[in-house]
């Protein structure tokens, strides 16, 4: 059964760089029309889409994080990660990775829902 | 950017009631939408997909209907564990973006 868990420092200070791994077991990053995501739920807030990962490396990001937002993929560890430049404390938030299901028409393909979520982390921004 | 909203933002209610939570896209999105359930302190789990498709394992209790902006999620015969916020999200174009949320509690 896939499993996702997320890891990474709890306290980032302001200014500077939130560094989170999620890391996928029970199966491969690499199954087709996966692709992998991370949504953010500031404290007693909503849900928001930070950006999502196919296996071979491109993306779709959230135009309101102003590209400070990063995700890679490293398909040997069986893990992709999340880079946030430039943080804020409007950046605290628990961060959760997740496994979107792709929708592909041809050789264009979309990311649509989330069907499976890892515990989530609280990464704090604070000096 | 599509905007969500959601109606009512609360609602309280009793085991065995019928719950009917509205969902509105700022424009069209077909039926590209799914629902999510988030008890406290946990991660959102994955209801429905396509607006009305019941992901696996979801208890038939749960239904969900609609198309291009208006959208439900019915809970009928509302049970112990069902007291939680539901999300709803839209995939019908990016930035992917989700509603502000309906807490459901015991009345």
């Known amino acids: 059964q896939l499993h996702l868990q997320e890891s990474g420092p709890g306290l980032v200070k302001p200014a500077g760089t939130l560094s989170l791994i999620c890391t996928v077991s029970g199966g491969s990053i690499t199954g087709n029309n996966n692709y992998w995501g991370w949504v953010r739920q500031p404290p007693g807030k909503g849900l928001e889409w930070i950006g999502s990962?196919?296996?071979?490396?491109?993306?779709h990001d959230n135009p309101s994080l102003k590209s400070r937002a990063t995700i890679s993929v490293d398909t040997s560890t069986n893990q992709f990660s999340l880079s946030l430049a430039s943080a804020t404390a409007a950046d605290t938030a628990v961060y959760y990775c997740?496994?979107?299901?792709?929708?592909?028409?041809?050789?264009?393909?979309?990311?649509?829902?989330?069907?499976?979520w890892g515990q989530g982390t609280l990464v704090t921004v604070s000096s | 950017d599509i905007q969500m909203t959601q109606s009512p933002s609360s609602l309280s209610a009793s085991v065995g009631d019928r719950v009917t939570i509205t969902c509105r896209a700022s424009q069209g999105v077909s039926h590209w939408l799914a629902w999510y359930q988030q008890r406290p302190g946990k991660a959102p789990q994955f209801l429905i997909f396509?607006?009305?498709t019941l992901q696996s394992g979801v208890p038939s209790r749960f239904s969900g209907s609609g198309s291009g902006t208006d959208f439900t999620l019915t809970i009928s015969n509302l049970q112990p564990e069902d007291f939680a916020t539901y999300y709803c999200q839209q995939y019908y174009s990016y930035p992917i973006t989700f509603g502000p949320g309906t807490k459901v509690d015991v009345k």
């Open positions: 997740a496994r979107q299901s792709g929708l592909c028409n041809g050789a264009d393909c979309y990311v649509t829902f989330f069907n499976l």
């Open positions: 990962i196919y296996y071979d490396g491109s993306t």
């Open positions: 396509a607006s009305s």
